[in-house]
């Protein structure tokens, strides 16, 4: 696009040079587009990230009517969200690739065209083999939206706002998406199944392609960089996350132990990333510098993305998780969601007012204590306890992940560009098994600690209920005076009254083993913000005993 200029200067005439005093000016900024062409790329931002956040959040969201509706067990619909995030944890390596090979233009039109089509094939699947199909699929044609969100957000922007304006509110849209696929689910299921679903994915997608194509982005340059060894290596990585993702999302639902597959899977996943960093190492023009991610700083930045994905575990799987468990419905949830994402926007807000380059302990320091907060808030559950209860909790935690993510990710990104553009892939690798890999490994995780203190607190009830303590039977008496005017037979009503004990009992070991995890990631936060002020205490030690040797000794 020719009115699409960067901060080229037109040279001066020379009656511009003449003997007139220059006048002391601030430096030019590039300059981005008018706002009247600025805000449909926005809006097409925008479009694009929530689409892409929607389609994820509605298989995770709706997994129990996804089941019903197939005729299936809410286990056997795990596979659907397996399939959909196999392709999602590494098929955007290959993406950036391709696109810089054979072009933006290219490469957004066919992505978004091949959303579209997968859309609307989702509107006849009658069973669970179709359904994972176009479920892989919908993951293949989902991975480009992410990236074009990113682009399409940074495209209007000066160069001076695009790390400190673009980048937040591109976080704020993909990380929204699934919070906000649970606040319009229950809306859109209504009384007519998943029907409404369907046509939100399909319509959604259709206006993408239309902006896609009206609102096209200026010209990068192409280079011929795929090789042939590239699809060996990303044959072996896609492999090995993708049998991780399978491993950690079926782990906990069927229990790790229980099926031998499982552990063979997560060993051949290991020994297919093995082997893919070995050829990596070996190679001339390698998919991704391997020696460079090895490096201690980009170590460090892989670590605390990872970590990070572990913390907000305890939003992503811990509260809907325990009230579903308590017997509330999603459309009781909603207020908690709408908090969610008020929170998360006013987080990345918060990124756009302060965050520049060497401000990161400041923003990740504020974020573990806001995360070690809302989680020892939630740590003191009850059966009482209902969404409200949480509003604060969780907005804290939302607007922490902001706090922490764009911050980290800019960090990251002048990392990369200082070291040259094909540094970039590098760290888009780091960056996206950091985030959806870690993400669905955090969940595991979490949800493995939930399933076995909860066998735990159970086990620890039976017993209680077994032997003869006097709160048990004063329990007992006070339920089987209650069914007395509905249940004359007293055996009937002492079993009756002995079953409402136990599944009060299974329901607290619910809520006990829920607060056990949320104190468990109220403690990592803690441990990590202590090792962040012993990292930031290291180096300014090591400044202040360097500054000595570093000035000149005057006589």
């Known amino acids: 696009m020719t009115d699409q200029t960067t901060d080229t200067q037109k040279p001066k005439r020379p009656e511009e040079t003449s003997s007139e005093a220059p006048k002391p000016a601030a430096p030019t900024p590039a300059p981005g587009m008018p706002l009247r062409r600025a805000l449909p790329y926005v809006g097409a931002s925008l479009t694009i990230g929530v689409t892409q956040g929607l389609g994820q959040g509605f298989i995770s969201t709706n997994l129990p009517q996804i089941a019903g509706d197939l005729g299936i067990t809410t286990a056997q619909a795990s596979w659907l969200m397996a399939a959909y995030m196999i392709p999602r944890a590494s098929l955007t390596i290959m993406l950036i690739k391709l696109r810089t090979q054979y072009g933006l233009r290219r490469f957004a039109e066919i992505g978004i065209a091949v959303y579209v089509v997968v859309a609307f094939i989702s509107l006849w699947i009658n069973d669970l083999r179709s359904a994972v199909v176009i479920e892989f699929l919908s993951g293949i044609a ?17 160069q001076q706002w695009k790390l400190r304006l673009g980048l937040p509110i591109a976080l704020m849209l ?9 606040v319009v689910s229950p809306w859109l299921i209504g009384d007519g ?9 399909l319509g959604l997608s259709m206006i993408c392609l239309m902006l896609v194509y009206l609102l096209p982005m200026g ?25 991780l993702v399978t491993g950690f999302i079926m782990g906990p639902i069927h229990w790790w132990t229980a099926l031998p597959w499982l552990g063979w899977l997560l060993a051949a996943s290991v020994l297919s990333l093995t082997l893919a960093v070995v050829l990596e190492l070996h190679r001339e023009a390698p998919l991704i510098d391997i020696r460079w991610l090895m490096t201690p700083a980009m170590l460090h930045l892989a670590f605390t993305l990872f970590l990070f994905r572990l ?20 459309s009781q949830m909603i207020g908690l969601f709408c908090m969610i994402l008020a929170g998360t926007a006013m987080g990345a807000l918060a990124c756009v007012g302060w965050m520049k380059p060497g401000r990161e302990p400041a923003y990740h320091f504020a974020s573990l204590a806001l995360i070690a907060l809302g989680a020892w808030l939630d740590s003191s559950s009850t059966l009482q306890t209902r969404p409200e209860q949480m509003y604060v909790s969780q907005a804290l935690i939302a607007f922490a992940s902001m706090l922490f993510m764009a911050p980290a990710m800019m960090k990251g990104l002048i990392a990369a560009l200082s070291k040259g553009p094909m540094y970039l892939l590098s760290f888009v690798i780091v960056f996206l098994v950091t985030q959806s890999v870690g993400g669905i490994l955090g969940s595991g995780i979490f949800r493995s600690l939930i399933n076995e203190r909860q066998a735990f607190h159970l086990q620890v009830l039976r017993e209680e209920l077994i032997s003869a303590d006097p709160v048990t039977s004063g329990s007992l008496a006070a339920t089987m005076q209650q069914l007395a005017p509905q249940i004359a037979d007293s055996a009937q009503r002492q079993a009756q009254a002995v079953s409402q004990l136990a599944t009060t009992a299974s329901q607290q070991a619910t809520v006990m083993a829920y607060n056990d995890g949320y104190l468990v990631i109220s ?33």
């Open 142 to 158: 989902a991975a480009p939206l992410s990236t074009l969100a990113f682009l399409y957000i940074l495209e209007p922007l000066a």
């Open 193 to 201: 199944g998943l029907a409404g679903i369907h046509l939100t994915t």
């Open 523 to 555: 403690l990592v936060a803690l441990a990590a913000l202590a090792a962040l002020v012993l990292h930031l205490f290291r180096d300014w030690l090591a400044a202040r005993l360097a500054r000595p040797e570093a000035e000149p000794q005057t006589s």
């Open 174 to 182: 993909l990380t929204s998406g699934p919070t906000l696929a649970r």
């Open 311 to 330: 913390l907000l575990s305890e939003q992503s799987t811990g509260a809907p998780a325990l009230f579903q468990a308590l017997g509330l419905g999603s």
């Open 219 to 243: 010209p990068m340059p192409r280079s011929k960089v795929i090789q042939r060894a590239d699809f060996l290596s990303f044959g072996l990585i896609a492999i090995g996350l993708g049998g």
